[in-house]
């Protein structure tokens, strides 16, 4: 299961902390992006960025934020301001030319206490 | 905004039968529509797609078909096996507009041995 790695797999988050999600890939892919993931629903995107130092909101961005400094690093901070922040997190990336599969990471399980 | 719905939510087969999953997309240009696998706890993984230039396309147990005039596609899963049992993902995507998937909710397929 390498290619794209999450870290940690669980974390735990008391209230009003932020915390950042790490994600990292090796493929060499230009885009990278981030899903939550609730109990029994479908993967809503966060943030995705398709090349460094550019990154764009997506259907669910509010209390979250990221950074693509280098290619291979795009991580994740759940700030104070996510109401409701306990989930699934994936991160996925792809190559932005030919092939359009998106790898995922092993995800990491938030929980707010 | 793209917006892919899918149904059945769950879906419950004996071993050897088929299990069809159905999913539907609103935006009329989307070309890209893969689907995933998601077993209990880990990260989805790509199990077949399809583009709009073609109307199935087959990989051993697994077909998809498309139809681009209905907006909606098919997930067909043949003798069906327990190992099949996990979450199936659909989603869509305008290649050309950078690979932005869409998601939808999610099918839990329970084969029963």
């Known amino acids: 299961d390498g290619g794209i790695t999450q870290s940690p797999k669980y974390l735990f988050r008391k209230e009003g902390q932020n915390v950042t999600l790490s994600c990292e890939q090796n493929l060499n892919h230009d885009a990278m992006y981030w899903y939550r993931q609730d109990p029994g629903q479908g993967l809503r995107l966060i943030y995705y960025s398709q090349i460094v130092n550019d990154f764009q909101k997506g259907d669910i961005a509010e209390g979250y934020s990221v950074s693509r400094e280098k290619k291979e690093s795009f991580p994740l901070t759940v700030t104070s301001a996510q109401k409701n922040p306990t989930a699934f997190y994936l991160c996925a990336s792809s190559s932005t030319s030919g092939d359009n599969e998106q790898f995922f990471g092993p995800g990491t399980r938030l929980t707010v206490l | 905004g793209e917006n892919v719905e899918q149904h059945p939510s769950t879906l419950s087969v004996q071993e050897g039968d088929s299990a069809v999953i159905k999913c539907t997309y609103s935006?009329?240009?989307?070309?890209?529509f893969p689907w995933y696998k998601q077993e209990l706890g880990k990260r989805p993984q790509l199990i077949i797609d399809i583009r709009s230039n073609v109307g199935e396309k087959k990989d051993q147990r697994i077909a998809v078909t498309l139809n681009k005039t209905a907006k909606h596609f098919s997930l067909h899963i043949t003798e069906t096996q327990p190992e099949d049992s996990a979450v199936y993902f659909c989603?869509?995507?305008?290649?050309?507009?950078?690979?932005?998937?869409?998601f939808g909710g999610g099918t839990r397929l329970m084969v029963k041995p």
């Open positions: 935006d009329s240009a989307s070309n890209y």
């Open positions: 989603a869509a995507a305008w290649w050309d507009a950078g690979n932005m998937l869409t």
